[in-house]
């Protein structure tokens, strides 16, 4: 338990968080790998090289000591973080070298004179706070899909019984479990995780759910990354019938009970959890209108199922933007997706609920453009890979 000197320590910390939190954190992840190289296929080393992950691990660090007094404000925040450690099946033991190795940055970066060995007696009691926290709601999390029907724990072999290109960039994988048994359900908008082993090296991912569960098989959409390695060992080397491992679903960007319109907008890969919050979502009687943005055609995954569902849906309005069209491709409009076209597409009555994902330039217009759209921010939903303050910036 914190006493009350060492909450002042932590708060005192603020403003070199708030300065160097990034620095620190870049360290300390460099730090680890070298000292603990079993514990790099936790980490997506995609995010590592592009500074994503130290940063959003700064900023959830800076958000801990504001909020060292009344832990209740982190609001999602928790949630977000115990999502990914659920698909990415981390345990208990993996809490002590994240923690020896942030101590370490401390000091190390901070330097003696500043990091001092009060202030390093602080954060050790403060981060062993926040790991039990985590630690216990992961546990629960653990144990309740557990104990679901078609639940397990850690990772469950599941074979590829089908693989679909549904684009040029995109590739579905049908994946039943290996042993038979039914699988969970998941709510609409979670991801999974999936195991892998390239090249006699363990690679951990998260893909998002792109089909509603039907009790004996989950569908994953992937999209290839330039040098993704994940990405291009899933669609050049993963065949029908190999077995793959996957972690319980998880993730808070989900389908909230709600009466009111529902817009879908997406970008890209985007698209791949509005399409299950659509299936949730088209019994309902409620409107939907689901806006999607692509390159082209050749890129668009999903077109064809999308333009069924209007045919079925009566209530589904579905709108297409190209950035870059080719001469005979078909769409709603071209160019970027900007405010005036979205406010054209939106339901006059602004009190609907929204949900966005695709790349960061589109999210942080997309989450501008609600706001001044009219829609009420606490109904403008996304997921995001990093800090929301970055999407504001």
């Known amino acids: 338990m914190l006493t ?34 079993e514990v790099k296929a936790l980490f997506n080393q995609t995010h590592q090289g592009r500074g994503n992950q130290p940063r959003a691990l700064a900023m959830a660090v800076l958000a801990y000591a504001r909020n060292i007094d009344r832990l209740e404000q982190l609001g999602p925040l928790v949630g977000q973080i115990v999502a990914k450690h659920v698909s990415l099946n981390i345990l208990p033991r993996h809490y002590p070298i994240v923690g020896e190795n942030l101590l370490a940055a401390i000091r190390e970066v901070l330097g003696e004179e500043i990091a001092t060995d009060a202030v390093i007696d602080a954060w050790a009691v403060a981060y062993g706070q926040l790991a039990d926290l985590l630690m216990g709601i992961e546990e629960k999390t653990y144990a309740d899909f557990e104990s679901s029907t078609g639940g397990w724990r850690g990772a469950r072999p599941f074979k590829v019984a089908r693989k679909v290109r549904e684009s040029a960039a995109i590739t579905s994988f049908y994946l039943q479990p290996a042993d038979g048994g039914p699988v969970a359900g998941f709510k609409p908008g979670q991801y999974i995780g999936v195991r892998l082993l390239i090249d006699g090296q363990e690679v951990r ?156 330039p589109f999210m942080a217009m997309m989450k501008r453009s609600l706001r001044e759209l009219g829609v009420p921010d606490a109904q403008a939903r996304y997921e995001f890979f990093g800090p929301a303050e970055a999407l504001d910036a």
């Open 4 to 37: 009350a000197a060492q909450r002042d320590i932590i708060k005192a910390t603020i403003p070199l968080l708030e300065t160097g939190g990034e620095a620190l954190t870049t360290h300390m992840y460099q730090r680890m790998f070298a000292r603990h190289p």
């Open 205 to 360: 991912r998260n893909y998002s759910l792109s089909a509603l569960s039907n009790g004996h098989e989950y569908r994953i959409s992937v999209k290839r990354e330039p040098n993704g390695v994940a990405s291009s060992f899933l669609h050049e080397r993963v065949a029908e019938g190999d077995v793959v491992e996957l972690f319980p679903p998880a993730g808070d960007f989900t389908l909230a009970d709600s009466n009111k319109p529902l817009v879908l907008i997406s970008a890209g890969v985007g698209i791949t959890p509005a399409l299950t919050m659509l299936e949730a979502a088209q019994d309902s009687g409620r409107p939907i209108h689901f806006i999607h943005c692509a390159r082209n055609a050749d890129v668009h995954a999903f077109d064809s199922w999308l333009k069924a569902r209007c045919a079925e849906v009566p209530q589904l309005r579905y709108r297409v933007c190209y950035s870059d069209p080719a001469a005979d491709d078909v769409c709603d409009a071209q160019g970027l997706l900007d405010q005036t076209r979205l406010a054209e597409w939106l339901p006059e009555d602004r009190d609907v609920d929204a949900y966005f994902l695709g790349p960061k």
